[in-house]
T-cell receptor
Framework: SQQGEEDPQALSIQEGENATMNCSYK?????LQWYRQNSGRGLVHLIL?????REKHSGRLRVTLDTSKKSSSLLITASRAADTASYFC?????????????FGAGTRLFVKA | EAGVVQSPRYKIIEKKQPVAFWCNPI?????LYWYRQNLGQGPELLIR????????DSQLPKDRFSAERLKGVDSTLKIQPAELGDSAVYLC???????????????FGPGTRLTVL
């Protein structure tokens, strides 16, 4: 079973608006990463946040991590049509059986021009 | 620098037939991953290699799936025989571990879309 769960499953916004996606997970983690996937393509790494960090920025992206709530959020500011894609969170954790990277089911973002 | 290369990009086979996917990771990346991604879902790890050693294959259906990474570079994932439920995108990723100056970032190939009829 997948550990990460993204919310919402789908999001439709106008160009220029901000988009916020959330991710929840179940066990303790080493770090959490966000990836983007355009239709029919492989995943592209966006940003990594470690378990001892609370917030990280990269261009128009802002990621927060709340380990007490086991949740993270990805904020895309001033969205563009090119941001239309699926966004996945992935946690690096140590469940029973050893180190593992687990992806959530993703949020499908549609930015209307 | 070339990214992760996968072939073929698309494959259509009939059930019970064998199929193989090939992956060449980014040069110097010692860790290689195979994932399966079903439609509308996130990638699910099948197997992870550290160099030529499979360190996590707990999610690999070993009755029909096999993988190898000879010489610790490129890798092959095989399904024999394929079933209808194997239709998915098979993604390969690689990373350079922290001890070698990398991060936990995984770099993905474009994937192979498998359709089993």
């Amino acid at each position: 079973s997948q550990q990460g769960e993204e919310d919402p499953q789908a999001l439709s916004i106008q160009e220029g608006e901000n988009a916020t996606m959330n991710c929840s997970y179940k066990t303790s983690i080493n770090n959490l990463q966000w990836y983007r996937q355009n239709s029919g393509r492989g995943l592209v790494h966006l940003i990594l946040i470690r378990s001892n960090e609370r917030e990280k920025h990269s261009g128009r992206l802002r990621v927060t991590l709340d380990t007490s709530k086991k949740s993270s959020s990805l904020l895309i500011t001033a969205s563009r049509a090119a941001d239309t894609a699926s966004y996945f969170c992935a946690t690096d954790a140590f469940p029973a059986g050893g180190f593992k990277t687990i992806f959530g089911a993703g949020t499908r973002l549609f930015v209307k021009a | 620098e070339a990214g992760v290369v996968q072939s073929p990009r698309y494959k259509i086979i009939e059930k019970k037939q064998p199929v193989a996917f090939w992956c060449n990771p980014i040069s110097g990346h010692n860790t290689l991953y195979w994932y399966r991604q079903n439609l509308g879902q996130g990638p699910e790890l099948l197997i992870r290699y550290e160099n030529e050693e499979a360190v996590d294959d707990s999610q690999l259906p070993k009755d029909r799936f096999s993988a190898e990474r000879l010489k610790g570079v490129d890798s092959t994932l095989k399904i024999q025989p394929a079933e209808l439920g194997d239709s998915a995108v098979y993604l390969c990723a690689s990373s350079l571990d922290v001890e070698r100056g990398g991060t936990d970032t995984q770099y993905f190939g474009p994937g192979t879309r498998l359709t089993v009829l």
